[in-house]
């Protein structure tokens, strides 16, 4: 009995030096992911979070504590209401738009035929492109004057189109651009997804009758839940964080009809030399998006429930 005591005692100090040696491992591994996460992500936010209480210029360099008066300037200033306006219009049109395509391109591009590799190739190419560079070729291509759109819409006797340079057709213009960024890099999970759906519940639906628009709906959606709630949460913080469309193309106009909350925060920076501005837009701009995700979630769980 004492032996056995022994022999018991010895096993459970080897398996909790193991345990310990394994979670020194695991750590070893994740340290320099945390430090680089905590350096470009965590500590950026408090850094903002910290300046928004401040008023400081990069030409003079000095601060001043102003507590919550960055705040209270932007609750009363007109510029801010309306560029949360648009923003808040953009993400309404932009998000549905990027998730559904994303489905349905991801849906195509999962079928069995020959040559299918090079169409998903085709498909995911806007992602190997920038941003700004992707904007540049879309400045390009929407140019009112000289641009292969309006000379498309020419061969079929249609009038040439303002695109960027007109106030009702600015918005959804950049919301084009941005969709045609998004959506390929979106598809890319909601196709993973698919290919993980186990094909005998197709099968089963196929013996019970079911016609390939009703396996969508009840096999298909219902199976991509969890990756549609991903997407939609990544589309929603990428969309309200866009920039460089905006920067580039409309500079906020016309008419202050592209005038998202990011670039506002750029003009308070390095155009109004006021980074505590800049920082409290950034952080609503952030407590918003939080918002938005935690509804999000909560809707896409109560859905699959």
Not at 187 to 198: H, K, N, V
Not at 282 to 287: A, D, E, G, K, N
Request: net charge positive; with cysteine; proline share 4%.
């Amino acid at each position: 009995m004492k032996t056995l005591s022994f022999l018991n005692f010895v096993s459970v100090t080897n398996r909790r030096v193991i345990v310990r040696v394994k979670w020194k491992v695991i750590f070893g591994f994740l340290l320099p992911a945390l430090v680089g996460l905590f350096l470009f992500k965590f500590y950026p936010i408090i850094l903002a979070a910290k300046n928004s209480f401040y008023t400081s210029s990069f030409l003079s360099g000095t601060e001043k504590f102003v507590g919550w008066d960055n705040y209270r300037s932007l609750f009363s200033d007109g510029i801010f209401w309306n560029s949360l306006k648009v923003t808040l219009w953009f993400n309404i049109l932009a998000n549905p738009l990027q998730v559904g395509v994303a489905i349905l391109i991801a849906v195509l591009v999962n079928q069995k035929v020959k040559g299918i590799n090079f169409f998903r190739t085709i498909f995911y190419l806007p992602v190997a492109i920038s941003v700004p560079i992707a904007a540049v070729i879309w400045g390009i291509l929407l140019n009112p004057n000289q641009g292969f759109v309006n000379s498309f819409l020419s061969i079929f006797g249609l009038p040439a189109q303002p695109f960027l340079v007109d106030k009702t057709q600015a918005m959804f213009s950049i919301i084009l651009i941005a969709s045609w960024i998004g959506f390929s890099y979106w598809m890319i999970f909601i196709l993973a997804a698919l290919q993980e759906i186990p094909v005998e519940l197709y099968e089963a639906a196929r013996v019970d009758g079911a016609s390939k628009c009703q396996m969508f709906f009840r096999v298909t959606l219902p199976m991509l839940k969890r990756s549609i709630a991903f997407v939609t949460v990544g589309a929603t913080t990428s969309n309200f964080l866009l920039f460089a469309p905006t920067y580039i193309l409309t500079r906020g106009g016309p008419s202050g009809s592209t005038h998202l909350l990011m670039y506002e925060a750029y003009l308070s920076a390095f155009s109004y030399s006021d980074m505590g501005r800049s920082c409290a837009i950034m952080m609503l701009l952030l407590l918003m998006i939080l918002a938005i995700v935690v509804v999000e979630m909560r809707m896409l769980r109560e859905s699959d429930t």
